[in-house]
């Protein structure tokens, strides 16, 4: 591979990386280089192509089309209808994209105390890998990951803000071992 | 970093040079038991410098004492500008008419001297109203680098002998310092003087940290580190500055950290299948055994003084409340009754006391309680306040203020609920965590 190439493929990277992340926390769902060495696995960068949301085996579809997180109500882990519509339709995708293991991110509102948060984080993104586990993904692809109140969407002192930012993202995390 | 740390030990000495026997009782003596209305004033004139070299810190010393005293809310200033008499000597006589004129109390006298690396700092205490001198001169020796401790030393000695309490003013608080954009905030641990002054980073910043706590002789820090990709439980040397990662439970995700008050154990939270109980491993062994096995979160543990019990909070009723059980495990007892949530109970020093977290209708407080949950006092609302840590001496609580829409900061209190401040810091700061009084 020459040299231009290189270039063009660095710039086309970049372009779709631009397109398909529509959160300013980072591509997979928020965690961010900045605090955690580089990503899930393992430190190491991985590199994938995130694709057109609409070709159906791309992880832009999973997340745009499909929709890579559920929201819960203050101080519960509660799934609702939405959420299990939602994680029906992920379980089906991770089922016809067996290669891709899953971190699934916890996170909280401020409205709380910081420990009490990481711990609430916790328990939502359990209730996410349970509900998975028992549509038949493997245990073996998923991981949970508590943040806390420490990674919000959107960090406004307003009700809109909090309902979204009481989540669990499933986050493709590469390609599973 | 590490010079910082490595302060040389203060030898304090008696000077006994011309102090006489204090005589006659009722000295200068301020009962904060109450909460004081109005403030004692007192005068700190410049320190007399002993040598040419010590006259650089003649100013600076006073201001740092004169500061410690006034923040406490207990003390007011007769600045330096409304002083009638001229202090030329430690050990000259004091024209106590002069001080009255201007209705000092508590008058201060220091001096210092220098050579090469060393100082020397010595101070007097004066009740002006008496006209008698409070205790014995004292002195203190050190590095120049330690200026401001002997400082602090100076200022802890005069606020013991005035309230009779212990002092809390040379110690030093760690605390999470934060940068970068809201959703994706960079943290670092920090640590600094209770008066936010020397303010210093522990790490990097490339990995997200979370409320650090001191150990009781203030030598290590035990934090949560998501140096790993989920939160785990870091244990640092101050001095070296060395980190290892402990109280690992497989699968399960670490945090809230916390020293016995001996230090030889820590206990801590792990999250696992849904569900957080507290753990405590004995720190040289290494053996971890469980404390609680609720169906529910339990986090946010503090030792008793004594170490005989550990208050918590837990969400086993529903929401989250505050309990009390032995250190060892065992019966839980609810001690939170008010209404709202309850969250991050810290035992008092003096373990009459534990500070907590409260939200209720769409507020967050800092209020205390007794350790029975009697006798509950809120000492503050906002739109969020969480995570008080003690002083020293149980007198004054820090903890973390955000205001709505605004970055977090660090605020303190008298447990009075009086003299709210903010500690001067730069920059958006969290979770701190007092420590001890040094040597």
């Not at chain 2, 608080?173 to 002054?197: C, H, W």
């Not at chain 2, 990097?204 to 439980?233: C, K, N, Q, W």
């Not at chain 2, 309680?369 to 000492?379: A, F, I, N, P, T």
Request: one cysteine or more; a positive charge.
């Amino acid at each position: 591979m020459n040299l231009t190439t290189k270039a063009l493929l660095l710039v086309a990277g970049l372009a779709l990386a631009a397109c398909n992340n529509p959160r300013a926390g980072g591509t997979f769902g928020g965690g961010g280089a900045d605090g955690f060495g580089g990503g899930f696995a393992d430190g190491g960068i991985t590199m994938g192509n995130l694709g057109d949301p609409n070709d159906p085996r791309s992880i832009a579809h999973f997340q745009q089309r499909i929709g890579d997180r559920v929201f819960f109500t203050t101080d519960s882990s509660s799934l609702n209808d939405t959420s299990r519509s939602t994680l029906n339709a992920q379980a089906a995708w991770l089922r016809s994209n067996p290669q891709f293991a899953i971190v699934i991110e916890g996170h909280a509102d401020e409205r709380g105390t910081r420990e009490y948060n990481v711990a609430l984080g916790e328990r939502r993104a359990n209730a996410v890998m349970q509900y998975l586990i028992g549509q038949g993904i493997s245990a073996n692809r998923l991981r949970t990951v508590s943040y806390g109140k420490e990674r919000p969407v959107e960090a406004c002192p307003e009700q809109r803000c909090w309902d979204i930012n009481r989540r669990a993202v499933t986050a493709i995390s590469g390609v599973s071992s | 970093m590490t010079r910082l740390f490595l302060f040389l030990p203060l030898l304090a000495l008696l000077m006994g040079l011309v102090a006489p026997p204090v005589a006659q009782a009722q000295p200068l003596r301020l009962q904060i038991t109450e909460g004081v209305i109005e403030p004692m004033p007192f005068a700190m004139p410049a320190f007399v410098p002993e040598n040419s070299a010590g006259s650089q810190f003649a100013e600076a010393l006073a201001r740092v004492v004169a500061a410690n005293l006034s923040n406490t809310g207990l003390f007011r200033e007769v600045p330096p500008a409304a002083h009638i008499a001229r202090v030329s000597s430690i050990d000259a006589s004091i024209n106590y008419s002069d001080w009255r004129a201007i209705n000092v109390q508590a008058l201060i006298t220091g001096a210092v001297s220098v050579s090469g690396n060393r100082m020397t700092v010595k101070f007097r205490l004066f009740d002006v109203l008496s006209g008698q001198q409070v205790g014995q001169g004292l002195q203190f020796s050190g590095t120049t680098d330690s200026w401001r401790r002997m400082a602090h030393k100076v200022s802890d000695a005069v606020y013991s002998r005035i309230t009779g309490e212990g002092g809390y003013f040379d110690s030093r608080v760690v605390f999470i310092s934060e940068s970068g954009p809201r959703g994706n905030r960079t943290k670092r641990l920090a640590i600094m003087d209770q008066d936010g002054e020397n303010a210093q980073f522990l790490t990097d910043g490339r990995a997200l940290v979370l409320a650090p706590r001191f150990s009781p002789t203030g030598d290590r820090i035990l934090y949560t580190t998501y140096e790993t990709g989920g939160p785990r439980i870091a244990l640092m040397s101050i001095q070296t500055g060395q980190r290892q990662l402990v109280g690992d439970i497989p699968g399960a995700q670490t945090f809230s950290p916390r020293f016995s008050p001996d230090g030889s154990v820590l206990v801590f939270s792990a999250a696992r299948g849904g569900n957080t109980d507290l753990y405590r491993m004995n720190l040289s062994s290494g053996q971890i055994t469980q404390l609680t096995s609720s169906p529910s979160i339990a986090t946010s543990p503090s030792f008793s003084p004594d170490g005989r019990f550990i208050t918590f909070e837990s969400d086993r009723s529903g929401t989250s409340q505050i309990y009390v059980m032995p250190a060892t495990g065992g019966e839980a007892r609810r001690i939170s009754f008010g209404q709202g949530r309850y969250s991050t109970p810290v035992w008092s020093p003096r373990g009459d006391l534990i500070a907590f977290t409260k939200s209720h209708a769409g507020r967050f407080h800092i209020g205390v309680m007794r350790s029975d949950g009697s006798e509950e006092r809120l000492l503050t609302a906002s739109f969020l306040d969480e995570g008080p840590t003690w002083a020293p001496n149980g007198r004054v609580i820090m903890f973390t203020r955000e205001a709505q829409g605004g970055d977090p900061a660090l605020f303190s209190v008298d447990i009075t609920g009086r003299n709210l401040r903010r500690l001067p810091l730069q920059g958006p700061a969290s979770d701190p965590a007092w420590g001890p009084l040094l040597p």
